[in-house]
């Protein structure tokens, strides 16, 4: 449904803040895009990839975020604007080079948007990337609105070319996937020639895309950050609204914006509360800060998810002549805003009215007092879990019952995707160990030489098939070089599923949608020398038969690649299901069996549900997808599994 | 064209992952774009998607832009596609002014016992200034697909009169959204949703 390549100017769109930021590109005139998808940054590459063609630029799905960004720094230094996005954990994998090619520069407009997840809602970490823009003196901007995304995103194309730096964008949750009005602008139409030339304009004998001589880079680099800071000072998006004299100011930036307006209004301060809205977030815009700081005695800062805004405007702060205004902060320091997690007005309101003294009460207490009453047991919760089909499901359940057959207290190393979720009741808790990218079998690699220490614990790392090329492949081959012994399980689903079904290198087609040579991760095990067996996981019976025979041996890696296609994939395809399943009452002993109901209570597929007036288990049609597994664990045979 | 009975009107769909709420956000508000007015809403996405508690906050003026959240205790409109969901979101996002549209049909939640129905909706309609709960499942069943439960909910949401947007504007949206086929069935399943709630 997305419209970003809609040629309306002046009309106005409904777009989530990714669409907005794609449109800026699309406005800036982009000619390469390029991204590793990650909640909450995806939508900005799947809507420029749905419009690359038509719009006669390239785009792709690349095999990590350090090689996109290599990718679009390639089409930079040819004269071609780029822009390449990411979710937070993604600017840690780019982060070497980045904190070289900022001391080089670039050639076209160069652009690296990171999506922060504040609260971590699809995430491991809730790192804040505005720390790495000034670690690595890179001009960073933040929208706080949807229109603000979009234009903010065609502006930092032209900056990044004024001052020869790549810059970035921050962007979080809400407004990367809150949706709101957005007002197109013209779309360039121009042919662009993409030719690399590496003569530094300033030095002619020194090379442009090169970060020598560092430490006269390093100082060419604060030059253009002073640069920065002085087009930022009149910078539009930044501005501030409220009185002249304010009993409060409040400054704050990004997402943050909207529930500051939001909280002054709803406490009806207007006339006694001001707001600040930054958009350019490092450097600072100086001047305009000390401004607004004399307008009141009491700061409170508002923001997502450190402290940045804070440390970095009391270090301004502490540079000011000692008659200048020293006023007092409140924020994350003082306690009043949250420093983890992301905010929300009400957290605004609760501290704006903290500090001013006042009582704030969103409903009457009568109903609150009501709603207070409604039993807990009434809403259960619903627990983070595998869609119904899912293929991992099925693995997750062999893996915990060959772990339990071999008897030696193993586990399993594990790291990000959908099987994420084996770290709770989805997956059986089977996954004990899940950092980033590639960490279950990096991991696993260091527990697989213990031997000499008494280890004697199976050790299983598993991974996704996109997974596996990002960054699980060093591993494996660290694994064979050092010879540690541990079994890789590649869970092999045929997609990015985690975010959206975005085709890898080894689905055998491009994220424009052309058919590719496909990297056979089968051929590739075996070319370098390990054990490789294929299984798939619908087939519990085979794939615990399967990790059996793999946990018995000893040495280096051997891999189990459990291959099973994304339930939601194959469904969305085929339209039809696989079997048709459902429970025969006669069979079904229902509590009387002593499985303690180990369908609902501990397989705990959505389809699957126990029916209290009965006494047995049903299964709901309209949530069951029919992949038939459930049939194979009833102790009974109760689920009947029939073709269709 | 119908105005705005409170501005910003804050509206929240409550559902269960896969249900749809998305694309009901998504189509609601367009039909207000395309009358000029700011619209601001905020989804639940991520892990939560698969099979998690998930709401939408809608937010709609005349006047300015609004942030993705609505405040504890302001919503006006709770339009929930089961009704733990719907309960879940009146508790927190309630208040004595409060009308609720509701699907009856009730979802499980893996690993857990649902409580009785009937006390659920009495507490919906215990916190409810005003409500309607409809089996839109059951009948989306007999059109075909129970996802078609989410235009039958838009339907029952227009239909009730107390929508600032009416069935022509809604049915031009729906007719920019879905190509041939899927319009129709979309439509049968949006007037059976109007019935439903004048019934």
Known sequence: MSGVGIDAPGSTQLFIGNEAIARGALEAGIGLAS????????????????????????????????????????????????????????????????????????????????????????????????????????????????????????????????????????????????????????????????????????????????????????????????????????????????????????????????????????????????IL???????????????????????????????????????????????????????????????????????????????????????????????????ITYMPPRIMTFCPGCPHRAAFWAIKNALRLDGRDGFVTGDIGCYSMAIGPAGFFQERTMYCMGAGAGVANGLGKLGQFGFNQPVLAVCGDSTFFHATIPALINGIYNQSNFTLIILDNNATAMTGFQPHPGTGVTGMGETTRAVDMEALCHSLGVQVEVCDPFDLENTTATLLKALAQDGG??????????????????????YKVHVDPDKCLGEACGCDRLCTRVFGCQGMVWDSESGKANIDETICTSCGVCADICPQGAIIREAV | MKTLTKDPLNLIIAGVGGQGNVVISLLIGKAFIREGYFVTIGETYGASQRSGSVMSHLRISRETEYSPFIPSGRADIILGMEPVE??????????????????????????????????????????????????????AVKLGDPIFANMILIGALVGSGIFPIDSKSMELVLRESFPGEKLETNMVAFNKGMELVVQ
């Open chain 1, 35 to 274: 991204a590793y998808p990650g909640t909450p940054s995806t939508e900005i590459m799947e809507s420029l990839i749905s419009v690359a063609k038509e719009k006669n630029f390239y785009a792709e799905w690349s095999i990590n975020e350090k090689v996109a960004l290599e990718v679009a720094a390639g089409a930079s230094f040819a004269g071609i604007r780029a822009i390449t996005s990411m979710k937070q954990n993604g600017v840690n994998v780019v982060f070497d080079f980045l904190a070289n090619i900022v001391m080089s520069g670039i050639g076209a407009g160069l652009i690296l948007v990171s999506c922060d997840d504040p609260s971590a809602i699809s995430s491991s970490n809730e790192q804040d990337t505005r720390h790495i823009a000034k670690w690595l003196d890179i001009p960073l901007l933040e929208p706080g609105t949807f229109q603000e995304a979009k234009d903010m995103t065609k502006w930092a194309f032209d900056l990044a070319e004024e001052l020869n730096s790549i810059c970035m964008i921050r962007s979080v949750t809400r407004i990367a996937h809150a949706r709101g009005n957005v007002t197109l602008g013209e779309l360039p139409k121009k042919e662009q020639k993409a030719h690399f030339d590496s003569i530094c304009p300033v030095v002619p004998t020194l090379p442009k895309f090169i970060p020598y001589p560092s430490a006269w880079l390093h100082s060419q680099l604060h030059a253009k950050l002073d640069k920065a800071r002085e087009l930022f000072e009149s910078s539009p998006f930044n501005w501030y609204t409220g009185p002249e004299e304010a009993e409060l100011l409040l400054i704050t930036c990004g997402s943050c914006w909207l529930y500051s307006l939001e909280a002054v209004n709803a406490l009806k301060l207007e006339s006694k509360v001001g």
């Open chain 1, 277 to 375: 809205k930054l958009g350019t977030i490092w450097p600072l815009p100086q001047k305009l800060i000390e401004t607004h700081l004399g307008k009141s005695q009491k700061i409170l800062m508002v923001e997502e998810i450190d402290p940045f805004l804070e440390g970095s405007i009391k270090e301004l702060v502490a540079d000011l002549p000692p008659d200048s205004p020293h006023p007092r902060f409140y924020g994350k320091h003082s306690g009043h805003i949250n420093a983890y997690g992301e905010l929300n007005p009400d957290m605004v309101i609760e501290a704006i009215a903290k500090i001013m003294g006042l009582a704030y009460q969103p409903r009457d207490p009568e109903y609150s007092k009501k709603a207070e009453e409604v039993p």
């Open chain 1, 557 to 578: 890696p051997r891999v189990v690649i459990m291959r099973r296609e994304c339930e939601l994939v194959r469904a969305r395809r085929d339209k039809k299901p696989l």
């Open chain 2, 86 to 139: 719907t309960l879940r979101i009146l508790q927190q996002f309630g208040n004595s002014d409060v009308i609720t549209i509701a699907n009856s049909r009730l979802i499980h939640a893996a690993g857990m016992e649902y409580p009785s129905l009937d006390k659920i909706v009495e507490a919906i309609e215990g916190l409810s200034a005003k409500s309607w709960l409809i089996n839109a499942t059951d009948e």
